[in-house]
């Protein structure tokens, strides 16, 4: 992973790929779970959920040249 870049999540697409990662990382396994999409979106959403109104949130996501490899949200 020599190419690995750390950026802010800026775009609406930017934001789809940071809430399918998970989806696509933990496919296959017996044990998890995954959320409802819906649910997903409107968690993440600035104007849906009032959490980000009183909290400074920073969304990064990981890539490894034009894939993302992980995901990290900063809450203050």
């Known amino acids: 992973m020599e190419n690995l870049t750390i950026r802010p999540v800026q775009s609406g697409r930017d934001l789809k790929a ?3 990662l998970p989806y696509r ?3 296959g396994h017996p044990m998890w779970v995954p959320p409802l999409r819906m649910d997903e979106r409107s968690f993440f959403n600035r104007r849906r959920n009032p959490a980000f109104g ?9 890539w490894c040249d034009d894939q993302p490899v992980g995901r ?3 809450i203050h």
């Open 18 to 20: 940071f809430i399918t």
């Open 25 to 27: 990382i933990h496919k």
């Open 54 to 62: 009183k909290t400074d949130t920073l969304l990064l996501l990981a």
């Open 72 to 74: 990290i949200m900063g």
